[in-house]
């Protein structure tokens, strides 16, 4: 009889501790310096490389991913693309005038071919990776597709840097305004040309110009049908699906929709041609999820369909911009979600956490990596964010954080006390990513000696198997 009560609260002891684990999606900071956030808008916006948390970032607006993990940004106002090497934590600019960037804002702008770092870029807001590993980007302001080649160099790949509506071979074709960017496997580009109000093609083989849909700069609309006959307006961003098909998103004159290019066809995938309305008081106009229907259908709301993305899983991803959030729609059953963020308004714009409680401001740029990890270009915050799935085991704990660590004094000058929620390895780095200061049993709480580190900005590391955290501190005397 003990035997048997001993297996049944046995039995239940597991229920309750393995029957309520289940995943959910985490918001980190994947790059960016989060300090200064508080003191208010652009109060962090800068450019600075070095370990992922302490590099800065002046208006990135968009992100793609490599075959390993790695994340390139348009550094928009800094006019640079930036890469986040996510296997050492660091942040480099890897193409753009980084002499003349110190100047101010915008004084390293213009248009000019040639080495990485001789190389000048103007507010750029598109890019994407081939399977190379070469980066193409949307030079918006000079209406010039750029390659970035894997080998080194920067080269006009399309477009003359003359704003126009030319078809043709790629060196003397025109642009007007392109922002979203998307190459499939075959190296053929396609360019949501917002001036032109056109989905182009650069097809690889022939190394020309082609309009997809559209009619031009002279036929601004919204318009279903055959693409020779469908009109576009605002377009942003642009993502390719599995079966050769096209998504691309319209964000402005009471336009908050994606369209569906496929087999010679333009329809609307999801959203509205207005803002639209929603009994929901709690929520912003122009924010609802649910079910897509065809035709015009307040059933869904966006309020900013500005970047757009797959997912490993085949979800479009689509970064709501003036909603706060990132939204997913299921292309299987066509229901819209709400990945990641919170579109009630607050004084807060900035907050990690769980994918209801965390904040984004201004999100624009989205992508997601071959590991189901998704990227965000944080715009407001300048920063990056990242989406993962995460397991929570038992209720409690799915209402806090996953991990917290507290530093204290900071800025500190002989000792710097630590309290973390778990144990494990801690690191003291400097800028460079050198150690400075290690412990591989370390348990919490404890206090290390300062007294001898030279005054600067460090970063302590403190992770286990399963967490790690991350904390800037300065060392002063």
Same mark, same amino acid.
């Given at each position: ?35 200064? /956030? ?15 948390? +302490? ?24 006019? %640079? ?38 190389? $000048? ?15 193409? /980007? ?24 003359? =704003?126009? +509506? ?35 093609? /650069? ?38 699906? $599995? ?28 959203? +509205? ?8 008081? &709690?929520? =912003? ?14 059933? %869904? ?47 807060? &714009? ?6 209801? $409680? ?12 071959? $590991? ?36 204290? =004094?900071? =800025? ?66």
């Amino acid at each position: 009889m003990y035997r048997t009560k001993l297996i049944l609260l046995f039995s239940l002891c597991l229920f309750f501790f393995s029957g309520y684990s289940q995943k959910a999606y985490y918001v980190s900071t994947a790059a960016g310096d989060t300090a200064d /956030i508080p003191k208010g808008a652009d109060s962090n916006a800068g450019w600075r490389d070095g370990i992922a948390t +302490y590099a800065k970032f002046n208006g990135p607006t968009a992100v793609a991913t490599d075959t390993m993990g790695n994340v390139y940004i348009a550094d928009t106002y800094n006019n %640079v693309i930036r890469k986040l090497n996510t296997t050492f934590n660091m942040v480099t600019t890897i193409a753009g005038d980084t002499t003349d960037i110190k100047k101010g804002l915008d004084s390293n702008i213009g248009f000019k071919d040639g080495t990485n770092f001789v190389a $000048k870029f103007k507010n750029p807001l598109g890019i994407c990776v081939d399977k190379f590993g070469n980066l193409y /980007i949307a030079d918006t302001y000079n209406n010039v597709i750029r390659e970035i080649l894997v080998s080194g160099g920067v080269i006009s790949y399309a477009g003359n840097n003359t =704003p126009g +509506y030319v078809n043709g071979p790629a060196a003397a074709a025109e642009f007007y305004l392109p922002i979203g960017i998307a190459v499939d496997n075959s190296g053929n580009i396609f360019v949501a040309d917002e001036g032109n109000n056109a989905i182009r093609e /650069i097809v690889k083989a022939t190394d020309s110009v082609i309009t997809v849909a559209g009619l031009g700069p002279d036929s601004s609309g919204y318009v279903n049908g055959q693409t020779t006959l469908a009109q576009f307006s605002t377009l942003y961003g642009i993502a390719l699906g $599995k079966k050769g098909d096209i998504y691309a998103s319209q964000f402005g004159n009471g336009v908050n929709a994606i369209r569906h290019i496929y087999n010679d066809t333009a329809t609307t995938f999801a959203g +509205y041609v207005t803002y639209g309305f929603d009994t929901n008081l &709690t929520a =912003p106009v122009g924010y609802k999820n649910g079910k897509c229907t065809p035709g015009f259908d307040t059933a %869904v709301l966006f309020n900013g369909t500005t970047g757009i993305a797959f997912d490993t899983a085949g979800n479009l991803l689509v970064a709501d911009e003036f909603n706060n959030v990132i939204r997913l729609v299921n292309t299987n059953d066509s229901v819209v979600t709400t990945l990641a963020g919170n579109p009630v308004a607050s004084d807060t &714009t900035y907050l990690d956490g769980w994918h209801n $409680k965390a904040k984004f401001f201004n999100p624009m740029g989205v992508t997601a990596d071959n $590991k189901g990890n998704v990227y965000v270009a944080d715009l407001g915050n300048n920063l990056i964010r990242k989406i993962n799935l995460q397991t929570v085991t038992a209720i409690p704990a799915i209402n806090k954080d996953v991990t917290s660590m507290h530093v204290y =004094p900071n =800025p500190c000058s002989d000792r710097l006390n630590i309290v973390s929620s778990f144990n494990g390895k801690a690191e003291l780095l400097d800028v460079t990513g050198r150690i400075i200061w290690s412990n591989n049993d370390f348990k919490s709480p404890a206090v290390i000696s300062t007294s001898t580190v030279t005054p600067g900005v460090y970063f302590l590391k403190v992770s286990s198997l399963s967490s790690t955290e991350i904390q800037k501190i300065e060392v002063v005397k």
